[in-house]
């Protein structure tokens, strides 16, 4: 993630808080040794994203309502179906709603999508029309000759997309809950 070279990671690391607890769980040796701290981060890493309860709790609503926990109300239910229905929404299509092979969706099939929206005029960016065509650059440059990879772009999980996100409307910024009037 932007890191140069390990060497980069590891000096990182040494200067931030949790250089404390790898050395409180690894002992004193794990930052003195480049392999035993790369080893320390990874093994560290690889705990925390199996750890559903701190990595992926998924503890929604729906989250609640895929572990048949609780009932969506009539317009949760409505607007459920609308999202699912390939003649209508068709969200699902490319945001997939339903458990996979016994996971809890995670509302994106990871795929490059060019879904041909016009570009937000509101992102003063835009203006430019070679800015950011999706996987053939500018800002990555391995595609940029690949000119049939322009307008390709990842679809986005939308789980906490409410949360963590806003959104444009007539040139206004707005929080996307106070959009949707959550
Ligand atoms: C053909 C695939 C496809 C379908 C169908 C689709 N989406 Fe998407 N969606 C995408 C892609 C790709 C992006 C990212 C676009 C971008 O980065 O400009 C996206 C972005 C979004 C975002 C923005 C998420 C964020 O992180 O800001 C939302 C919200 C969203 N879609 C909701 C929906 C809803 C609701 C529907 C159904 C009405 C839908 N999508 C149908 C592929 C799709």
Redesign the pocket.
């Known amino acids: 993630m932007a890191n140069a070279d390990p060497a980069a990671v590891i000096a990182r690391l040494r200067r931030s808080p949790s250089a404390k607890r790898l050395i409180e769980t690894f002992g004193a040796k794990v930052l003195a040794d480049e392999n035993l701290s790369c080893n320390g981060i990874l093994w560290a890493l690889e705990v925390f994203q199996q750890s559903p309860a701190d990595f992926y709790p998924y503890n929604s609503k729906y989250g609640a309502w895929l572990r048949r926990r609780t009932e969506l109300g009539a317009a949760e239910q409505r607007g459920l179906a609308?999202?699912n229905e390939t003649a209508?929404?068709?969200?699902?299509?490319?945001?997939p709603s339903a458990i996979k092979r016994g996971a809890l969706s995670q509302f994106t099939?990871h795929?490059?999508?060019?879904?041909g929206?016009p570009r937000n005029a509101s992102i003063p960016a835009n203006a430019d029309p070679a800015f950011h065509l999706?996987l053939c650059g500018p800002p990555r440059t391995d595609l940029s000759a690949r000119t049939e990879c322009c307008g390709?772009?990842?679809?986005?999980?939308?789980r906490n997309?409410a949360l963590?996100?806003a959104?444009f409307h007539n040139g206004v910024l707005h929080r996307?809950e106070d959009e949707l009037k959550f």
């Open positions: 609308l999202f209508k929404g068709n969200c699902a299509q490319c945001h099939d795929g490059f999508i060019a879904i929206v999706g390709l772009l990842k679809t986005p999980s939308l997309v963590r996100g959104c996307l």
